[in-house]
């Protein structure tokens, strides 16, 4: 799974610490999952959209792999 | 006084998955009981310390060079379980912020220690025999633990690091 968070969380101007503190998880998660280390769960997903304001589809998506 | 999380609800499971685990503020008193351990234990292969001697504990020891003694003193007992406990809060003290993320890393890292510690000792039963043995497997029962601090440690430093370049 790809993910667009680090071009969201510039574009929002937000630091990985300030988006981790608004949805309520370590700097580490935001970390892992933008570097793609780390596939978040439904419900952390759709937090982390709804800080954007976006659909999920919209920040994460399916590869050819998946 | 202190709390212990021992949470069995389900509410934000998922996202906190943190049972069984002490609070983050314990880590230091385990490091401290731990270092106390291991200083009492290394001091005492010079010292000698007999630490909360009981004369007469067992009056129907008989006196043989592994079985149980007359009179007993607790300093190995006192060293074993400071070196446990301190590894043991050590180990399961939460994170700051504890999450999925974490626990994943947690239980990744648990099962790798098992993997690399009973590696270790098939190595051991295979290259290490009589009384070095029984010192190994003693050994042992601390390994899993410092094993897991370790690999633990190392993944949540990895994933602190900041990469600097933009996707």
């Given amino acids: 799974m790809k993910n667009t968070l680090r071009i969201e969380r510039a574009i929002k101007n937000i630091t990985q610490g300030e988006l981790a503190e608004i949805i309520g998880v370590s700097r580490q998660t935001i970390n892992s999952i933008e570097s793609n280390k780390y596939v978040p769960s439904t419900i952390l997903a759709l937090k982390i959209a709804r800080v954007f304001d976006k659909p999920v589809e919209d920040i994460f998506a399916l590869e050819d792999t998946d | 006084m202190c709390k212990v999380y021992f949470t069995f609800r389900l ?29 009492f234990s290394i001091a005492d292969q010079w010292l000698n310390v007999q630490f909360l001697t009981w004369h007469n504990l067992r009056p129907f020891a008989t006196q043989t060079l592994t079985g ?99 996707a």
């Avoid at chain 2, 446990?84 to 912020?97: C, M, N």
């Avoid at chain 2, 043995?133 to 949540?156: A, C, E, Q, Y």
Wanted: glycine share 4%.
């Fill in chain 2, 68 to 166: 149980p003694s007359l009179d007993e003193n607790f300093a190995d007992e006192i060293k074993m379980l400071l070196i446990l406990f301190g590894l043991l809060i050590v180990a399961f003290t939460k994170e700051q912020i504890e999450d999925e993320f974490i626990a994943q890393q947690r239980l990744d890292s648990l099962q790798w220690a098992m993997y690399v510690n009973y590696a270790v000792f098939a190595v051991c039963i295979l290259s290490v025999y009589g009384i070095d043995f029984f010192s190994v497997t003693i050994f042992n029962v601390f390994t899993p633990l410092i094993i897991f601090i370790i690999r633990f440690r190392w993944i949540m430093h990895r994933a602190s690091k900041k990469q600097l370049q933009v």
């Fill in chain 2, 11 to 39: 509410i934000n499971f998922t996202l906190m998955r943190s049972r069984f685990l002490l609070p983050h503020g314990w880590r230091i008193t385990g490091v401290i009981l731990f270092l106390m351990g291991l200083a």
